[in-house]
């Protein structure tokens, strides 16, 4: 019999303004509807943490005030073993701020540098303009353990432009809305089990399947074989399915209202 | 030069007034807004030459949450004393809106009791220089239009620094990051709070924004807390206290969903009265209303009759006759006003109530409806009969409420308005019934009821 599955929380008074709450919820009423023992434990600044001891990480966004407080803890005192941790396969999720921690660094307006841990190969440029919006993203379904590609929706709502090195597998291909950096078309990143993207709405309980994938992760990391029940997700795909008409609209031939073409 | 002034205003009046008589002849509204666009245009600084005309002055009602109801309270206080007062009561809140209130309003008056959008805040002071700005809250909302709440708070100390006494700004001593805002500007702060600890609770502890010390950044510790961020605070790092409030709600009993008996300290003596609103939150807006009141030489027992026969606003906790039987119609537009009002409806109502919650994802609401997972729907959970979810984004907050815990037969989607009205009236004849809209679903709920005949338009309100 597998333990209790192990939630870190990272900084969550600090880092927990866009509704990413929602994503702890998903993964823990996920779990008690199949009796699957959960717990989430927050992290605070200044908290010693044993890596192994967690099954799966969440990082949520925060204002820039809320982030600018914990950054140099986050860096500093965990970046060196939450790298190694992630490495050795420790699953993790990071949305906006907590995804740009997980760069190199993010650069400011001014051209200052602020360091982010490495874990991916990937870094961010403070932009001037925000990307704000529902988004829908194409990902593979290799990165969710296979099966067909996951349509994922969620919001976005971010100023930083953010790169990927060569080589670094983005978490999806943005179908309608901005995605990384509004320019290349990815979206987030997959660095080994550690998943950073900039889906607020909250993506988890909008996305049950790429839900599922991380929870099947932990268990496996919490040494199970990782098969889950399957649940009824009606209502989620209801929603995607919402969303998806609203961002893909039918192909309708366009008409002019006005006959003269406006410069 | 001054004549030209005049006549440029009274040209830009005329334009105005004209521009939402049109709109209302065309059905397209009550004109609250397209009258301050129009005169604006004709001369931009209509504003600043029709608060002239105010010959108290203006008082500005600022913060995210109960702005509507506090201003609606304060207004009801002065004309009670007999003011003339000019208010925005149909929530024309943005520049455009302020201006159409006054253009429309017999001018001069004695006072303006005008609500400000926080966005709006800066520009509404620039152009208004008034004599009273009352800072309610800062929370998290519309994270899309408005951005961080720390953005917010810069905007609104570095436009109130120009302020000079007489003017004034009273501020919740209760909210850390408001009353920072106001803390050693150049004109004097005077503060409100909430004085019974017997009101403590944990509700919402989960998204509190203000939580770190603004001079330090150490966490503040609370030693009471009454929701959020909002409660008795100090700084053990840096020494920051709450400041001290200069007016206090010393005694807050609720009475169900019908009110709260309230015990105000004024400079003058306590005042006691019944507040026929229920919720914490509407004890917090009497007593900024009372606090504002006084500051403007109101008598204490003019205070208290009028807030005593106070009805609600617009959709605020609003008692609504719907084909024959009470709805209780509650805005939510927000993680922490939502909370707030969902952990009044569960704790007051003995019979589980049938609620329609309508979430619309249009400008006005908030393009991003991330923030109802940050919003406690599971104090819905056990206390629910059955939920009818409608508007733009009912699928989503089908999602919502299936994680919150509530049963799935329990659930009925509806995205069309008034199907989903119907729905919810077919409810039991004993089943309390709430509506729990956002900002642009509450104008499609009251436009359906004003259709049947059950309320009159809004802006006639």
């Avoid at chain 1, 593979?140 to 994922?152: K, R």
């Avoid at chain 1, 961002?247 to 309708?252: F, G, M």
């Avoid at chain 2, 959020?228 to 700084?235: L, R, S, T």
């Avoid at chain 2, 009497?286 to 009805?311: D, H, K, M, N, Y």
Wanted: aromatic share 6%; proline share 5%; charged share 20%.
């Amino acid at each position: 019999m597998q333990r209790a599955l192990r939630i870190a929380h990272l900084y969550p008074d600090h880092m927990n303004i866009y509704g990413d709450r929602g994503n702890i919820i998903a993964l823990t009423q996920r779990c008690r509807w199949r009796g699957i023992a959960v717990e989430v434990v927050g992290v605070q600044p200044g908290a010693a943490v044993a890596w192994a001891s967690f099954d799966l990480v969440f990082f949520g966004g925060g204002q820039d005030s809320g982030q600018a407080l914990i950054a140099a803890d986050f860096v500093r005192r965990h970046g060196a073993e939450l790298c190694a941790a992630i490495a050795d396969g420790l699953p993790m999720l990071a949305i906006c701020g907590g995804y740009q921690l997980l760069g190199h660094y993010f650069q400011t307006h001014t051209g200052e540098r602020l360091a982010g841990i490495g874990a991916i190969d990937a870094h961010t440029i403070g932009g001037d303009r925000r990307m704000i919006g529902d988004i829908a993203i194409t990902i593979d379904g290799d990165v969710l353990g296979g099966g067909e590609p996951l349509v994922a929706v969620g919001f976005e709502n971010h100023s930083g432009q953010t790169y990927l090195g060569d080589g670094v597998r983005p978490l999806g291909r943005v179908i309608a809305g901005h995605g990384n950096n509004g320019s290349d078309g990815s979206e987030g990143a997959v660095v080994h089990h550690a998943y950073g993207c900039y889906l607020h709405g909250s993506l988890l309980p909008k996305n049950p399947r790429f839900t599922d994938h991380l929870l099947s992760l932990a268990l496996m990391h919490a040494g199970g074989d990782g098969a889950l029940a399957p649940l009824d997700d009606h209502r989620e795909d209801a929603a995607r399915a919402v969303m998806l008409e609203r961002l893909q609209p039918p192909e309708r031939p366009a008409r002019r209202w006005w006959p003269i073409r406006r410069s | 030069m001054a004549e030209r002034s005049d006549l440029r205003t009274t040209l830009a009046v005329a334009a105005g007034r004209g521009a939402a008589w049109a709109s209302r002849a065309l059905r397209r509204g009550g004109g609250t807004n397209i009258a301050g666009v129009v005169a604006r245009r004709v001369a931009p600084d209509v504003l600043r030459q029709l608060a002239r005309r105010v010959d108290r002055g203006v008082v500005l009602v600022a913060g995210t949450n109960g702005k509507t109801t506090t201003a609606r309270m304060l207004a009801a206080i002065l004309e009670h004393a007999d003011w003339r007062v000019v208010h925005n009561r149909a929530g024309a809140n943005l520049v455009s809106g302020v201006t159409a209130t006054l253009l429309r309003a017999p001018l001069p008056a004695d006072v303006a009791v005008l609500e400000s959008d926080e966005a709006a805040l800066p520009a509404i002071v620039a152009e208004t220089a008034p004599r009273l700005v009352v800072l309610h809250n800062l929370f998290r909302d519309q994270l899309d239009r408005y951005g961080e709440i720390d953005t917010l708070a810069r905007r609104w100390r570095e436009v109130l620094g120009a302020l000079r006494a007489p003017s004034l700004i009273l501020a919740n001593a209760d909210d850390p990051a408001v009353a920072a805002v106001g803390h050693g500007l150049a004109a004097p702060m005077v503060t409100f709070g909430i004085d019974d600890p017997s009101r403590a609770s944990d509700s919402g502890a989960h998204i509190a924004d203000s939580q770190f010390c603004r001079a330090c950044g150490a966490r503040l510790t609370y030693t009471i807390r009454y929701y959020a961020h909002i409660g008795v605070y100090h700084c053990a790092a840096c020494g920051l206290v709450r400041p001290t409030p200069r007016y206090r709600a010393s005694r807050i009993v609720p009475r169900d969903d019908q009110g709260s008996e309230l015990t105000i300290q004024l400079p003058a003596g306590p005042l006691t009265f019944t507040l026929p609103l229920p919720g914490l939150y509407n004890a917090a807006n009497a007593l900024a209303a009372a606090a504002a009141a006084s500051e403007l030489g109101v008598a204490p027992p003019v205070i208290a009759a009028a807030l005593a026969q106070f009805s609600a606003a617009f959709g605020r906790l609003e008692r609504v006759d719907v084909a024959g039987r009470p709805l209780l119609l509650a805005l939510i537009k927000n993680p922490v006003g939502a909370t707030e009002t969902l952990r009044m409806i569960a704790e007051a109502h003995p019979v589980a109530p049938h609620l329609l919650v309508t979430i619309n994802d249009r400008h006005a609401d908030g393009t991003d409806i991330s923030w109802l997972w940050d919003a406690e729907f599971e104090r819905l959970a056990g206390s629910v009969a059955r939920v009818v979810v409608s508007g733009t984004r009912a699928a989503d907050m089908a999602v919502r409420l299936r994680y919150a815990g509530v049963a799935d037969e329990r659930l009925v989607v509806e995205p069309a308005v008034a199907a989903a009205l119907d729905a919810l009236l077919a409810a039991p004849a004993d089943v309390p019934l709430v509506a729990l809209p956002t900002y642009t679903a509450l104008l499609d709920l009251r436009r359906v009821m004003t259709a049947r005949g059950w309320v009159r338009p809004f802006w006639d309100d």
